[in-house]
């Protein structure tokens, strides 16, 4: 973390509606996440209205067009930036190396996935060891890894990752679900937790209902886990 800035200066990646993005911003307004600011906001959509409520709110946003191109040993950087700044892997794509100049740039401590809908690669993830959190709308072992999750009430589930991890809660027919907010490891949705919450599945519920109401939770979940990264920094 650099040394001379006390706050802590989250880069917060978004792919969407950016609620949670929302619910950060609400927080740090309203004196909840003292000594922590947002420093970018970064969307690889452009069209994501995350960026509007970032933009509202005078944060610095930023579209970053994503490709899965990679650029081997090649460096592509805005001329703009020292390079210094960046210390590029060989193996990270283009738009990762793009993404590591920004961060850098606005000196950012903690890089917060909340609805980012990109993989990051390994040698991404390594510059930023234990700096990187994600919220995913399903319930995960302590760890992060393995196949099922034992819920409060003793019950085995599986373990949903990815894309459609509320629609799977659903077709397995499980009673309870949640979210949680993990650390970022280069398996997928797979890293240790920070913090979860369960939600109990209501009777006729839909992917939309269930993960509207996961949501409200993830508000709550982030600005927690945020508040923990901040306190063992
Ligand atoms: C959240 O439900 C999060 O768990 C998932 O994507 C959703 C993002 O929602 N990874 P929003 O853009 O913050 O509203």
């Not at 850098?104 to 991404?124: E, K, N, P, T």
Request: proline share 5%; net charge negative; hydrophobic share 40%.
């Amino acid at each position: 973390m650099s040394s001379q800035n006390p706050s802590l200066r989250l880069g917060v990646l978004i792919s969407g509606s950016g609620s949670n993005l929302q619910a950060l911003i609400d927080a740090i307004e309203n004196q909840q996440l003292p000594g922590v600011e947002i420093a970018l906001v970064v969307s690889n959509k452009a069209d994501a209205y995350g960026l509007q409520r970032a933009l509202k709110h005078r944060l610095p946003a930023i579209y970053l067009s994503w490709g899965q191109r990679n650029v081997g040993a090649q460096f592509i950087a805005p001329e703009s930036i020292a390079p210094e700044f960046i210390a590029p892997k060989p193996t990270m794509s283009e738009s990762e190396i793009r993404l590591t100049a920004l961060l850098r740039l606005f000196q950012v401590d903690l890089i917060v996935l909340v609805g980012w809908m990109r993989i990051l690669s390994a040698a991404f993830l390594e510059q930023f060891h234990q700096r990187v959190i994600n919220i995913h709308p399903a319930l995960l072992p302590d760890d992060g890894t393995g196949k099922t999750y034992t819920t409060s009430d003793g019950t085995q589930i599986p373990v949903f990752r990815g894309l459609h991890a509320v629609q799977q809660a659903l077709d397995a027919g499980v009673k309870i679900t949640g979210s949680c907010v993990h650390f970022v490891t280069p398996e997928v949705d797979a890293g240790p937790v920070i913090c979860r919450q369960e939600v109990a599945i209501e009777e006729g519920e839909t992917e939309e209902t269930l993960h509207e109401r996961l949501k409200v939770v993830e508000h709550r979940l982030i600005v927690e886990a945020v508040k923990r990264c901040k306190s063992v920094e």
